[in-house]
């Protein structure tokens, strides 16, 4: 079992910037590849960056490529999820998840929320206009 607590979700102005966290407790972190989703009301579950191992491989989604960074902190089995120039579209419930894989899928496959083992309990994101 992994346990994922996300944190530092909250409501900002547009073009503001925001640091998420996905701290994981439990199995080794270094077996899992990451991924950051989310969800607004209305709409499907949506990955916006993942990330392989070892922090080497990332994928973004077309929508935050050049805005948001991923990154992971393997000694202190954390993820991040730095969104800067938010725009109030980016307004959901931000997810992480962890996927059981040594290495990381293609873009198509890691991408996918079936793929994902584990996931957190959210934490909301709100970009006021």
Same mark, same amino acid.
């Given at each position: 079992?992994?346990?994922?607590v996300?944190s ?12 998420l &966290?996905?701290?994981?407790s ?34 973004y ?9 991923? &990154? ?28 059981r ?27 006021? &206009?």
């Amino acid at each position: 079992q992994v346990q994922l607590v996300e944190s530092g979700g909250g409501l900002v102005q547009a073009g503001g910037s925001l640091r998420l &966290s996905c701290a994981a407790s439990g199995r080794t972190f270094t077996n899992y590849a990451m991924g950051w989703f989310r969800q607004a009301p209305g709409k499907e579950r949506e990955c916006v960056a993942a990330i392989d191992w070892i922090g080497i491989t990332k994928y973004y989604a077309d929508a935050v490529k050049g805005r948001f960074t991923i &990154s992971r902190d393997n000694a202190k089995n954390t993820v991040y999820l730095r969104m800067d120039s938010l725009k109030p579209e980016d307004t959901a419930v931000y997810y992480c998840g962890a996927d059981r894989i040594s290495g990381i899928h293609d873009y198509t496959t890691q991408t996918n929320w079936a793929v994902y083992d584990y996931w957190g309990q959210g934490t909301q994101v709100t970009v006021s &206009s």
